[in-house]
């Protein structure tokens, strides 16, 4: 069953995305997710597990290489193959630490960008904790 929130409003641009991260739900069960889609706003996941209730709070664990952060989210979208969550908080670093690694190498897709983490991000050597 495809279930989503009230229409969208997409302001941000999205990129396509590879990258792993976990999701934990509210019952605190954890789950990999690969990363499908990608802005400052959210981001769409492939995810298995039974369908997340629209509006449910998660939260994502992201470690890109050094980068790593915990991320506050809501599902907006849910269906067997896929979930969309939008950030509490814009996230640019996340943005920034995913994209910057493509900066030479972008290639439009019906005006969307394919990006993936790279250990030779200069953001992410830059921004190291």
Known sequence: MHKTMAPEQRTKHRNFASFSIQLLGENGERNHC???NLSVAGMLLEYNGASLAIGSSVDIFVS???WQS???????????SCTGIMFREPQPDLYRAVTGSMRCARLSINSRTPISSN???PYLRAHAT
């Open 34 to 36: 690969k990363a499908l």
């Open 70 to 80: 915990d991320i506050p989210a809501i599902v907006i979208h849910s269906n067997s």
């Open 64 to 66: 890109l290489n050094e």
């Open 119 to 121: 250990a030779n991000n």
